[in-house]
């Protein structure tokens, strides 16, 4: 009895299978697409504080690694160039769905993330893309053909819905960020099983922990959040943001942390600047010409009070009004204050990481095509490649760039 045939089968409903699959149904080919959990693209649901930050304009594919981090952030520009932000707002115009830009590009939409998600999916029905969900795959296997045969061969997948064959295998099953949606390794098994070499994975946009006494003292400022200059790396090394950083119990987030994780290496310190926008050195050295205030009132000026509280609580040097504070101790409050280093002990790991750094790599696929060179018919797509993208609605661009590579290169299997 011969198996199921389809000319494509897609493994992954998320933001890069949901859209490969569509493009590729509407190329006029036969496709399955394959998932286990019961609900599509929970990562696009939650994504943007329910709103998916879908894209961003400040993109530009002729740099990809101005944007995107990686073993060779080059590899993603032909994908990011062949299918822009611009062609995806299209889309999203096509589909009458309202979206606003919030700042630096980032662009949401208006209402909820299930707007994307019924873009999606209506695209998967013009394409006439069979769906299997919740679905189980128990085992591939791939076929070779015979040297008669004009296909390179075929791939029989086992399902908990029967088995299914089919002449190209597209594996979209994104990384191990936030398992409680259904994040698992299976994407980097099938790698392995077909010998495709993996970079090391690790969280990426993802809180940073500081352990032991020494967070003790900015523990209580959990939940304060100010517009920071975060580094990491020096010299040609050196990665910089200016974002918003947010004080945790356990360490730091916010949109600072979450950018600077993707460059922080284990053991190496940061550099934050809590007032980057203030000439502090002018400021508190004008304060004690004017001011009797204690040295945190005056500082509570600069920064939120609650951070200038905790600060000036460090030296006795600082307790105490600002008039009677000598320049050196000002001095030297400034220059930590501009200049805050300290070594994070970790991450939060997978449970909060937005995206994983990390994956297959890139010297095994075609940049073009998104195929396995040693594999025939085998692609990866999306945040299971080496490729990972800013904060920002980058990640989702190289899902939707690197599909629509995939669904273009996709080809109906010779009868």
């Given amino acids: 009895m011969s198996l199921p045939f389809f000319d494509a089968i897609i493994i992954g409903a998320g933001a890069a299978g949901l859209f490969c699959a569509g493009q590729a149904g509407q190329r006029d080919l036969k496709v399955l697409l394959i998932d286990?959990?019961?609900?599509?693209?929970?990562?696009?649901?939650?994504?943007?504080?329910?709103?998916?930050?879908?894209?961003?304009?400040?993109?530009?594919?002729?740099?990809?690694?101005?944007?995107?981090?990686?073993?060779?952030?080059?590899?993603?520009?032909?994908?990011l160039s062949r299918y822009t932000p611009a062609d995806f707002i299209a889309l999203v115009q096509k589909h009458g769905i309202?979206?606003?830009?919030?700042?630096?590009?980032?662009?949401?939409?208006?209402?909820?993330?299930?707007?994307?998600?019924?873009?999606?999916?209506?695209?998967?029905?013009?394409?006439?893309?069979?769906?299997?969900?919740?679905?189980?795959?128990?085992?591939?296997?791939?076929?070779?053909?015979?040297?008669?045969?004009?296909?390179?061969?075929?791939?029989?997948?086992?399902?908990?819905?029967?088995?299914?064959?089919?002449?190209?295998?597209?594996?979209?099953?994104?990384?191990?960020?936030?398992?409680k949606i259904g994040a698992t390794d299976f994407g980097y098994r099938l790698a392995q099983q077909f010998s495709i070499p993996l970079i090391e994975r690790k969280p990426g946009l993802v809180p940073l922990t500081f352990d032991g006494a020494g967070w003790a003292p900015y523990a209580q400022l959990a939940g304060l959040a100010l517009p920071v200059q975060i580094s990491t790396g020096a010299k040609k090394t050196?990665?910089?943001?200016?974002?918003?950083?947010l004080f945790t119990h356990r360490g730091l987030s916010g949109p600072a942390v979450l950018q600077i994780s993707s460059y922080w290496q284990e053991?190496?310190?940061?550099?934050?600047?809590?007032?980057?926008?203030?000439d502090l050195p002018a400021a508190l050295s004008q304060g004690k010409a004017r001011s009797r205030k204690l040295v945190a009132n005056e500082l509570a000026t600069l920064v939120p009070s609650r951070l200038a509280d905790a600060w000036a609580s460090r030296e006795a040097d600082w307790q105490r009004p600002i008039n009677e504070a000598s320049d050196k101790a000002l001095a030297r409050?400034?220059?930590?204050?501009?200049?805050?280093?300290?070594?994070?002990?970790?991450?939060?790991?997978?449970?909060?990481?937005?995206?994983?750094?990390?994956?297959v790599d890139t010297?095994?696929?075609?940049?073009?095509?998104?195929?396995?060179?040693?594999?025939?018919?085998?692609?990866?797509?999306?945040?299971?490649?080496?490729?990972?993208?800013?904060?920002?609605?980058?990640?989702?661009?190289?899902?939707?760039?690197?599909?629509?590579?995939?669904?273009?290169?996709?080809a109906a299997t010779p009868p």
């Fill in 267 to 278: 053991g190496t310190p940061l550099a934050i600047n809590l007032a980057p926008t203030v």
């Fill in 36 to 79: 286990h959990a019961d609900k599509v693209a929970e990562k696009i649901r939650i994504s943007g504080g329910g709103r998916c930050n879908f894209t961003n304009r400040d993109l530009d594919p002729a740099a990809p690694h101005k944007h995107f981090v990686g073993q060779n952030p080059q590899f993603c520009r032909s994908a």
């Fill in 98 to 179: 309202p979206f606003h830009e919030k700042h630096k590009g980032q662009l949401f939409a208006d209402r909820s993330a299930e707007d994307i998600i019924a873009m999606l999916l209506a695209e998967c029905e013009a394409g006439g893309v069979t769906r299997w969900q919740p679905c189980s795959v128990k085992k591939i296997d791939f076929l070779a053909s015979s040297a008669s045969e004009s296909c390179p061969g075929s791939y029989q997948i086992d399902t908990d819905r029967g088995p299914v064959s089919a002449g190209a295998l597209v594996i979209a099953t994104g990384g191990l960020s936030i398992p």
């Fill in 363 to 410: 010297r095994v696929l075609s940049q073009q095509t998104m195929e396995c060179k040693t594999q025939p018919g085998l692609y990866f797509i999306g945040e299971v490649v080496d490729v990972t993208g800013w904060l920002g609605g980058y990640n989702f661009q190289w899902a939707w760039a690197s599909a629509h590579a995939c669904a273009q290169a996709l």
């Fill in 333 to 359: 409050l400034a220059e930590q204050l501009a200049r805050w280093e300290l070594t994070p002990t970790g991450t939060e790991g997978y449970k909060k990481a937005e995206v994983t750094l990390g994956g």
């Fill in 238 to 245: 050196r990665m910089a943001f200016d974002e918003d950083l």
